[in-house]
């Protein structure tokens, strides 16, 4: 679950710049608010943030009172945007300089930021507006970091560096405070030493300057595991991180001021400082191994090249990652759990489906299962998947109906860097390829869009993939298995699915029979799953038996399973099952029998059984991210029901789409049934509309925060 932190500082421009900052590196770990004391009121999830950063020691004792008692907080250190540092090397030294900021903590803190620098041959004057704020004489030069608008006037020339972004030991104490991976760091160092390197060579003849730099990229590039090499127009050496020396065998002393292509011999230098271009991703052999090269041109004001930035990663270390990566995926959860033996039941049609699919298991061909919603289409993929050959590989699923067209695209395919507006820098690889040499299982596939499907016929066809934004193909060595509860063949012939594609995937087709077509098994799968619930063995009175066996089940097994979890939720002891321990939608219309057609209280479930069961459903929502959108749902039903009036499902979507955001017609009724199950929402006869039931009062009290933000 994501950490969440709270930025707070004075004008907009700051806020907004440090928030894409963090989301920029830390938006996979943490949600990131901010709160501009200029304009804002704190944000609506300011009590609950698990970190509060100001912007200065003097913002944070002017919000202290405002924070949550035991508040965890930290004081950014800032650092100075180097891609303006330029303009301040044209100012002579002694030239008098105002270095304007929101008051004196922060002109004074950037003066300090500009002096370490190298600029401390400049004598600069902090000023901040305010009362008694005065220009010293003759000072006609004022440097600002993003407040131009604070700047006296009079001046002759202003000097904006930009708004001033968190520095690297801030990242370090925010990965620390919030435990986020150490890796991330590698990331963002990355960044602060590209642009100190290139600041660097492009200006090695100001020795004032270059001293302090190399200080400070020496520090930093140290620390870095990658070998970085930068070289000057010539090819030759300006600097050398320790990885590299050992990589190339070459100590700094013997290495600084030798051209790189004396330890590279097979790649072109000169060429590349010549044109500017960049080195994507060359293979290499150097002594008895391969190592990959990539470098980023430094590129002067004047557009030519001045050098290059070289990074070195040995093939053996890329491997190694790689499989570090996939077994982090597998302990995330891109594994199948399930195999044959966990398919349940003896009637013909599941025994022909299992024999069937275990044949179809043997061959890497696509597979399409068909079936109604909750008849354990996944439960089959996962088992076709673990009795295939690339059982050790990953197993990674998508449900189309749980999200929007345009972000099932960026999760299949992935997306280059700057993409699109959010995309995480450095881009993103998609399912396909976290699924390579192993099997991907597409769910719902009748809700793809005709672009996501069009994309799918030509990975399907060409067995590779191109990112969103890319321009490079990848090869994938993937098993796909597709799904689906509605008629493809009729979506065919309204031109809702594209036929070539449907050909593509009912390769191997098999037919997931629905609970109503294999009755003989219900008593059997209900036992199965009492087992594994409680523990226990239920006693089914035979009224209740002929019941379950005669009832429709147009939730089929998913709906089975909550039956069952409310019945070892509500029992007492080892006592006989009978009708009255079904859930209340069960017993007022859900099948035949004479206790079916008479409405009757629900029951009234002991405290212990209570909260088991909302601890069962909270536990099951948030595995499937449905928490905020149950309490949300909740609430409206809530207010309604106080209100005297349902609420009808069309209206409950129109709310959530106004409110919440995109919201399918399929989710939103996959979540009521699954309230209705667990008996927090009734949703009547006829035209009477949805209401809260006691129980949905008690699951949406729970919630807690959640609960208070809805309502």
Known sequence: MKKSLCFIGYNISTCSHIRQQLEHYLGAYVDTSTWCLASEEPPAF?????????SSHTMLERVRTALPEGASTLVADRTINTDNLDLLLDLAPGTRVLVVGTSAETADQAIDTIKKFGFDYLELLPFHPGEGASVPEGVRKAVTMGNAH???????ECINLGVRGIDLSTYMQVAYRLSIPVEVLNAISYDYVEALLKLSVRRQHILRLNKTLTRNMEVIVDTIDEAIVAINREGMITLINPAAELLLGAPAREAAGAPLGRYLTEIDFAAHLGRGEPIRDDIRRYKDAHVIVSGTPIVDDDGSCSGLVV????????EALET???????????VARYTFADVIGESPLVRDGIALARRFAATDMTILLEGESGTGKELFAQAIHNASQRRNGPFVALNFAALPGELAESELFGYEHGAFTGAKSGGKPGLFETAHQGTIFLD???DATPDVQKKLLRVLEEREVRRV???????????VIAATNVDLPALVKD?????????????????????????????LLIQAFAERFSGVALRIEPPLADFLRNYEWPGNIRELQNVVKYICSVRVGDEPVTIRHLQPYLVRGG?????????????????AAKGRELEALHEELEERGLVPTAAFLLAELRRSTRANRGLGRSSILRTLREKRGATSEYGLRNLLKRLEEAGCVDTGVTRQGMRITALGEDFLESLGDLAAQAC
């Open 324 to 334: 570090k990566v996939r077994r982090e995926l597998k302990r995330r959860g891109n």
């Open 46 to 54: 300011f009590s609950s943030c698990d970190l509060y950063i100001a």
């Open 444 to 446: 719902e596939i009748g």
């Open 150 to 156: 604070l700047v006296p006037e009079g001046m002759e």
């Open 591 to 607: 099948g035949p029998g004479a206790a079916a057609t008479q409405p009757r209280p629900e029951p009234r479930l002991e405290p």
């Open 311 to 318: 990074m070195l990663r040995p093939t053996a270390e890329v």
């Open 495 to 523: 031109h809702r699915f594209r036929g070539d594609l449907f050909y593509r995937l009912c390769a191997l087709p098999i037919v997931v029979p629905p609970l109503r077509e294999r009755r003989d098994d219900i008593l």
């Open 469 to 479: 934004g890319g321009n490079t193909v990848t090869p994938i060595d993937v098993r």
